[in-house]
């Protein structure tokens, strides 16, 4: 058996086992937000009794999530929000994001390189440049500003220069603000009721500050070229 075969189906493993304990363990229930809101007392008082298992369930759900690329990270997002407050739960979403996203980095590195510049070469010319002459500076661009999926940037990435610690802290710090403005969000939600509106408010108002930053980096960019010329 070639290694390229080898390292397949050291992959397909790996994904299978992560797929197990999604689809066939309670894990993947947890994302049932509507439920969760129904039972927000019972539920709460549960995860305080069991902080630190709650705690590494959230966080093992997140990185199961980012690697596989399952969709429903803002809604797990939210229910960090919901559990734990913003601001620890913006600590282990980015724990579990981060470690999710490194694992599809390393499973491009190391199982799919050569697959993945041929599927996407159109797309890849622009980023491969741009990680050449920029590297870690337009990963964290791509982090705090959204121009391709989440789960692409993390293969892409994987198939080009950018070193592991690199991708690590890029994407660690670059996911801050918006996890931060969707854990407020979800935290909003457990307090209402509370005579806590404010909490709904200021979650609305990070959202919308983060929706102006592809137009305030579009504007940068357009003045940097007006005064080049």
């Given at each position: 058996?070639?290694?390229?075969?080898?390292?397949?189906?050291?992959?397909?493993?790996?994904?299978?086992?992560?797929?197990?304990?999604?689809?066939?363990?309670?894990?993947?229930?947890?994302?049932?937000?509507?439920?969760?809101?129904?039972?927000?007392?019972?539920?709460?008082?549960?995860?305080?009794?069991?902080?630190?298992?709650?705690?590494?369930?959230?966080?093992?759900?997140?990185?199961?999530?980012?690697?596989?690329?399952?969709?429903?990270?803002?809604?797990?997002?939210?229910?960090?929000?919901?559990?734990?407050?913003?601001?620890?739960?913006?600590?282990?979403?980015?724990?579990?994001?981060?470690?999710?996203?490194?694992?599809?980095?390393?499973?491009?590195?190391?199982?799919?390189?050569?697959?993945?510049?041929?599927?996407?070469?159109?797309?890849?010319?622009?980023?491969?440049?741009?990680?050449?002459?920029?590297?870690?500076?337009?990963?964290?661009?791509?982090?705090?500003?959204?121009?391709?999926?989440?789960?692409?940037?993390?293969?892409?990435?994987?198939?080009?220069?950018?070193?592991?610690?690199q991708f690590l802290?890029?994407?660690?710090?670059?996911?801050?603000?918006?996890?931060?403005?969707?854990?407020?969000?979800?935290?909003?939600?457990?307090?209402i009721g509370e005579?806590?509106?404010?909490?709904?408010?200021?979650?609305?108002?990070?959202l919308a500050l983060?929706?102006?930053?592809?137009?305030?980096?579009?504007?940068?960019?357009?003045?940097?070229?007006?005064?080049?010329?």
């Amino acid at each position: 058996m070639n290694t390229f075969r080898r390292r397949i189906l050291i992959l397909m493993a790996i994904l299978a086992g992560l797929a197990a304990v999604w689809f066939l363990t309670p894990v993947g229930d947890i994302v049932d937000f509507q439920s969760i809101f129904e039972n927000r007392d019972t539920l709460l008082k549960t995860v305080k009794a069991n902080y630190l298992v709650a705690v590494l369930v959230y966080i093992g759900v997140y990185i199961a999530a980012t690697a596989l690329s399952v969709p429903g990270a803002t809604v797990l997002t939210l229910l960090g929000g919901f559990f734990f407050g913003p601001w620890l739960a913006t600590a282990y979403v980015n724990i579990g994001a981060t470690l999710g996203a490194f694992i599809i980095y390393l499973a491009a590195r190391f199982f799919l390189g050569d697959g993945i510049q041929k599927k996407y070469a159109d797309k890849l010319v622009k980023f491969n440049k741009e990680i050449d002459e920029n590297g870690p500076n337009y990963m964290l661009t791509l982090r705090l500003v959204p121009i391709f999926p989440f789960f692409l940037v993390n293969l892409f990435a994987g198939v080009t220069t950018i070193k592991p610690k690199q991708f690590l802290w890029t994407t660690a710090l670059g996911i801050i603000p918006g996890s931060f403005a969707y854990a407020w969000l979800g935290h909003a939600g457990a307090t209402i009721g509370e005579g806590a509106p404010w909490q709904l408010f200021v979650a609305l108002g990070l959202l919308a500050l983060l929706s102006l930053i592809p137009v305030l980096m579009r504007k940068m960019k357009g003045r940097a070229v007006e005064e080049a010329v």
